[in-house]
């Protein structure tokens, strides 16, 4: 199964709308490794990253962390709170240096409302989400680590997109992509140095993927 071909949308463009509305707010920016928000907080807001990458996790009553997405520059976040959502159900947290636009619950229907670039912008994203968890669980019930993996590093160095020419990974480790996938960092270690003496991977702090690795999620 091919990762999804997701089109960025007009980042600038919403940046623009966004700044000229009353009461909008302005750009945040972060810190690696900073919390945006956390499992359990009030949940009012939606999120928009304008720049960088978040990690978005949930935590079990004992203790147990799990990761459940990684998002890239036009993505929304924070989302539940417009389904009736009172509290954030995951934790938010950023893997790079970032700047994220926060959306009050009113402001942001008001926008859904009266401007198509934001709607459109906002479906797509939703869109493009619902397949990627479908294509998660099909992924998970029906391949191996070895393909799981390197559909993973696919979409997270944005295969497909139009405006990547080069296929790069800023530093993620080990035990986030296991994580990811279902499986032990030591597999995910072993699989690493496979992609990389293949000719599919490069790493050394960021990973560079090449196209060949499409190969490996393709192979039966």
């Not at 960025?8 to 302005?26: C, D, F």
Request: glycine share 6%.
């Amino acid at each position: 199964m091919s990762p999804v071909k997701r089109k960025e949308p007009p980042v600038t463009s919403l940046r623009v709308i966004l700044a000229r509305r009353e009461g909008a707010a302005k750009l945040t920016d972060y810190a690696k490794n900073e919390m945006i928000y956390v499992q359990g907080d009030a949940a009012d807001a939606v999120f928009y990253l304008d720049k960088g990458n978040i990690k978005l996790t949930v935590s079990s009553p004992n203790g147990k962390e799990a990761v459940i997405g990684i998002l890239g520059p036009g993505d929304f976040f924070g989302e539940a709170c417009l389904a009736g959502r009172s509290l954030r159900v995951s934790s938010a947290v950023t893997l790079s240096e970032c700047s994220v636009m926060q959306l009050a619950q009113p402001l942001l229907k008001r926008l859904l409302q009266e401007e198509s670039l934001v709607a459109e912008a906002f479906v797509a994203y939703v869109l493009a989400r619902n397949i990627r968890i479908e294509e998660d669980l099909v992924d998970q019930f029906f391949n191996s680590c070895e393909k799981r993996l390197a559909r993973l590093l696919l979409l997270l160095a944005n295969f497909g997109s139009e405006d990547c020419p080069e296929l790069v990974i800023s530093k993620m480790s080990q035990e986030t992509l296991a994580e990811m996938i279902g499986t032990t960092r030591s597999r995910v270690n072993f699989f690493m140095n496979r992609f990389r003496k293949r000719g599919f991977i490069e790493y050394n702090g960021d990973i560079k993927v090449y196209r060949s690795l499409l190969n490996v999620v393709l192979n039966d």
